[in-house]
């Protein structure tokens, strides 16, 4: 249910977005100047050996530490718990217990510690929210807003990172994308972020050249790309398998320091293993021979996964940047081997972003976050934006896939396979994905309609578990494929809410099949190549093109390219046709939708019935980003249907 926010419930929630922006501000500068303290002198004064012994000093100190904190079954509290409690200790975790943890994440990373350290401030900003709303007459959804944003906050402000910090609480906390919920998360991280810039530098933290970008720089981005996501999948794995299964008991005393034994060795040699990966990322972008990149990189992989494993707390986010780099230096020197120098650094941070991205199943925020921690040249960011938008299209196949639902399919005339799913009873609502994607992308939507609806989700002709027994696709051809269908399920009537490609192939059956269609939900579709915004255009066009000419590499393309030449060119729909569709239509777009908001008012405009509703603050993908909006705007415009129907 859609939380109420009255004007007195916005203005609490701001002033409390206040308070936590300076508390969570001031909080990071204590925690990044204790950091420096013991980072500076291990990393750049004290010898090999002094070193190698700071290290054995901080598995001994890791090892005590989290044995007290844990004994007789005590908890330490994940954020995530906190932002979702289901019980009294989640919701109020143990203050000093939790900041003892925290601190002691610093403390340990400072002496050398291989994780990361940013898990710390999000923790006391979490931790400091919980505590103040203590007493305050919050809902769970507004709390849930509240202590989310203050946990990046932490983030935004120890790293002098704000809007990839704001990105993070929508796309990796899961904080539903409306206003109110951008207001206070913009309000917690850039004024965290003001606040601590009064003691931390917002200076990159590593240093790049300005390089060329040719088409080559494409092809090799989209196959590093490629290259990175098996390796750090394998270590996002590994990693959630160790942080479950992480040592917790009295074997903590002898584990831990003997994995901190392993690092003091290795760390006499290789100092640019210690800490969360700073040291690592920029002797890559410095050069490492090809030995030494090889050693950095399997060393700091296996580090960090035996420290989560056996007792250590802390973060993946940096290390995850580090070994990026580390494997990108690896990738660029072998292919150096055979003739390819092309400049690596372009191709090492987009290594940096594949790795991240990957981790955290968070490409947005990852991108940004890189490009905070290096300030690349202008020269970056395209091959960058390019790699993000290959990871958001397998993170939104495999998002998708997870559905477990047995598998249906109706044989088309020409041997294709139609695959679908039935949900529900009552009156029939069909869903249509968007281009290159699958019925799966509704998933949100499935729990709330199907209590009401009979859904048919079917995944399109050469889409999800589809095939296509043809060379091409249509929209012609969808069409028919959907019409034939519903005729073989015995559904005459239906209502189609279509996104994206999915709204264009719903306005094809309209056309051509108008006895089937008794209502049009069209979110975000666009029957001219103009209706895009400019940007989505280009970037639609540099992947279709370093597709292209990867095709002959790598034939499993071939039908990815086939489905992407539908958003290639204008629909063969002219806007005076519109006129023809006569039931009543629902044009819904968000306020920053990849579709214009001219011509999505021009296609409501030219409709025999249609109105257009733009949701301020929504991005293309509402459905999926923002389902309770989504589903509050077509559940109106169906029980508009309802009452018109009944009248």
Same mark, same amino acid.
């Given at each position: 249910?859609?939380?109420?926010?009255?004007?007195?419930?916005?203005? *609490?929630?701001?002033?409390?977005?206040?308070?936590?922006?300076?508390? $969570?501000?001031?909080?990071?500068?204590?925690?990044?100047?204790?950091?420096?303290?013991?980072?500076?002198?291990?990393?750049?004064? $004290?010898?090999?050996?002094?070193?190698?012994?700071?290290?054995?000093?901080?598995?001994?100190?890791?090892?005590?530490?989290?044995?007290?904190?844990?004994?007789?079954?005590?908890?330490?509290?994940?954020?995530?718990?906190?932002?979702?409690?289901?019980?009294?200790?989640?919701?109020?975790?143990?203050?000093?217990?939790?900041?003892?943890?925290?601190?002691?994440?610093?403390?340990?990373?400072?002496?050398?510690?291989?994780?990361?350290?940013?898990?710390?401030?999000?923790?006391?900003?979490?931790?400091?929210?919980?505590?103040?709303?203590?007493? %305050?007459?919050? #809902?769970? #959804?507004?709390?849930?807003?509240?202590?989310?944003?203050?946990?990046?906050?932490?983030?935004?402000?120890?790293?002098?990172?704000?809007?990839?910090?704001?990105?993070?609480?929508?796309?990796?906390?899961?904080?539903?994308?409306?206003?109110?919920?951008?207001?206070?998360?913009?309000?917690?991280?850039?004024?965290?972020?003001?606040?601590?810039?009064?003691?931390?530098?917002?200076?990159?933290?590593?240093?790049?050249?300005?390089?060329?970008?040719?088409?080559?720089?494409?092809?090799?981005?989209?196959?590093?790309? !490629?290259?990175?996501?098996?390796?750090?999948?394998?270590?996002?794995?590994?990693?959630?398998?160790?942080?479950?299964?992480?040592?917790?008991?009295? *074997?903590?005393?002898?584990?831990?320091? @003997?994995?901190?034994?392993?690092?003091?060795?290795?760390?006499?040699?290789?100092?640019?293993?210690?800490?969360?990966?700073?040291?690592?990322?920029?002797?890559?972008?410095?050069?490492?021979?090809?030995? &030494?990149?090889?050693?950095?990189?399997?060393?700091?992989?296996?580090?960090?996964?035996?420290?989560?494993?056996?007792?250590?707390?802390?973060?993946?986010?940096?290390?995850?940047?580090?070994?990026?780099?580390?494997?990108?230096?690896?990738?660029?020197?072998?292919?150096?081997?055979?003739?390819?120098?092309?400049?690596?650094?372009?191709?090492?941070?987009?290594?940096?972003?594949?790795?991240?991205?990957?981790?955290?199943?968070?490409?947005?925020?990852?991108?940004m976050i890189v490009y905070s921690f290096i300030g690349f040249p202008?020269?970056?960011?395209?091959?960058?934006?390019?790699?993000?938008?290959?990871?958001?299209?397998?993170?939104?196949?495999?998002?998708?896939?997870? #559905?477990?639902?047995?598998?249906?399919?109706?044989?088309?005339?020409?041997?294709?396979?139609? /695959?679908?799913?039935?949900?529900?009873?009552?009156?029939?609502?069909?869903?249509?994905?968007?281009?290159?994607?699958?019925?799966?992308?509704?998933?949100?939507?499935?729990?709330?309609?199907?209590?009401?609806?009979?859904?048919?989700? !079917?995944?399109?002709?050469? /889409?999800?578990?589809?095939?296509?027994?043809?060379?091409? +696709?249509?929209?012609?051809? =969808?069409?028919?494929?959907?019409?034939?269908?519903?005729?073989? @399920?015995?559904? &005459?009537?239906?209502?189609?809410?279509?996104?994206?490609?999915?709204? +264009?192939?719903?306005?094809?059956?309209?056309?051509?099949?108008?006895?089937?269609?008794?209502?049009?939900?069209?979110?975000?579709?666009?029957?001219?190549?103009?209706?895009?915004?400019?940007?989505?255009?280009?970037?639609?066009? $540099?992947?279709? *093109?370093?597709?292209?000419? @990867?095709?002959?590499?790598?034939?499993?393309?071939?039908?990815?390219?086939?489905?992407?030449?539908?958003?290639?060119?204008? =629909?063969? %729909?002219?806007?005076?046709?519109?006129?023809?569709?006569?039931?009543?239509?629902?044009?819904?777009?968000?306020?920053?939708?990849?579709?214009?908001?001219?011509?999505?008012?021009?296609?409501?405009?030219?409709?025999?019935?249609? /109105?257009?509703?733009?949701?301020?603050?929504?991005?293309?993908?509402?459905?999926?980003?923002s389902p309770k909006r989504f589903n509050k705007e077509v559940n /109106?415009?169906?029980?508009?249907?309802?009452?018109?129907? +009944?009248?």
């Amino acid at each position: 249910m859609d939380t109420v926010f009255t004007s007195r419930n916005k203005i *609490r929630l701001i002033l409390l977005a206040l308070v936590m922006a300076i508390l $969570v501000g001031l909080g990071a500068i204590v925690l990044h100047d204790l950091f420096d303290f013991l980072w500076e002198d291990i990393l750049h004064t $004290v010898p090999a050996l002094q070193r190698s012994g700071i290290v054995l000093v901080s598995g001994l100190l890791s090892a005590l530490g989290w044995y007290f904190l844990q004994r007789q079954g005590r908890r330490l509290i994940p954020l995530k718990k906190q932002i979702s409690p289901q019980s009294e200790i989640e919701e109020y975790p143990p203050f000093w217990r939790q900041l003892g943890h925290l601190f002691l994440q610093v403390i340990t990373v400072g002496m050398g510690a291989p994780v990361g350290k940013e898990v710390a401030p999000r923790e006391l900003g979490s931790l400091f929210s919980t505590h103040l709303v203590r007493k %305050i007459p919050l #809902d769970s #959804d507004q709390r849930s807003v509240l202590v989310a944003s203050s946990a990046a906050a932490g983030l935004a402000a120890i790293y002098q990172i704000p809007f990839a910090s704001l990105i993070f609480v929508f796309e990796v906390l899961g904080i539903p994308l409306t206003a109110i919920n951008v207001v206070v998360a913009f309000i917690t991280t850039y004024g965290a972020t003001a606040i601590a810039h009064l003691r931390i530098s917002d200076a990159p933290l590593y240093h790049v050249n300005p390089q060329p970008v040719t088409w080559v720089t494409f092809v090799v981005t989209v196959i590093l790309t !490629f290259a990175t996501i098996p390796v750090a999948r394998l270590f996002s794995r590994i990693s959630k398998h160790a942080s479950q299964n992480r040592t917790k008991d009295s *074997r903590i005393l002898w584990q831990l320091p @003997l994995v901190f034994v392993l690092l003091a060795v290795q760390s006499y040699r290789f100092p640019e293993l210690l800490g969360n990966g700073a040291p690592l990322v920029q002797a890559g972008f410095d050069s490492l021979s090809l030995p &030494d990149a090889l050693v950095l990189f399997t060393c700091k992989y296996a580090i960090v996964l035996l420290c989560l494993r056996f007792g250590s707390y802390g973060g993946t986010m940096t290390p995850s940047i580090s070994l990026g780099v580390a494997f990108g230096e690896v990738v660029c020197l072998v292919a150096a081997l055979f003739g390819f120098n092309d400049p690596s650094q372009i191709y090492l941070a987009v290594a940096a972003c594949s790795f991240l991205g990957i981790t955290m199943n968070a490409p947005l925020t990852a991108g940004m976050i890189v490009y905070s921690f290096i300030g690349f040249p202008k020269t970056y960011l395209f091959p960058v934006l390019l790699s993000i938008g290959l990871l958001l299209l397998i993170k939104c196949r495999r998002d998708a896939s997870k #559905d477990t639902e047995s598998e249906t399919f109706i044989p088309l005339p020409d041997g294709s396979q139609l /695959h679908y799913q039935i949900v529900g009873e009552g009156e029939t609502l069909v869903f249509l994905h968007g281009n290159n994607g699958n019925y799966h992308y509704f998933s949100k939507q499935i729990p709330y309609f199907s209590q009401k609806y009979q859904l048919v989700l !079917f995944d399109s002709r050469g /889409h999800g578990q589809s095939t296509n027994e043809k060379a091409v +696709n249509s929209f012609d051809l =969808m069409a028919d494929d959907i019409a034939y269908a519903l005729k073989e @399920l015995g559904i &005459d009537k239906a209502i189609f809410i279509g996104y994206s490609d999915g709204a +264009n192939l719903a306005l094809t059956i309209a056309l051509k099949y108008s006895d089937l269609v008794t209502g049009l939900v069209l979110n975000a579709g666009n029957i001219r190549l103009y209706g895009e915004k400019w940007y989505a255009g280009l970037s639609t066009h $540099v992947l279709y *093109r370093v597709m292209k000419r @990867l095709l002959p590499y790598f034939p499993q393309l071939e039908n990815y390219m086939i489905n992407m030449r539908l958003m290639m060119e204008d =629909m063969p %729909i002219h806007l005076n046709d519109l006129a023809r569709v006569t039931v009543p239509s629902l044009v819904l777009i968000g306020g920053w939708d990849l579709i214009s908001y001219e011509h999505s008012l021009e296609i409501a405009n030219h409709l025999g019935n249609g /109105h257009l509703v733009s949701v301020p603050f929504r991005l293309h993908n509402m459905a999926y980003l923002s389902p309770k909006r989504f589903n509050k705007e077509v559940n /109106h415009f169906l029980t508009q249907l309802e009452e018109n129907k +009944n009248a």
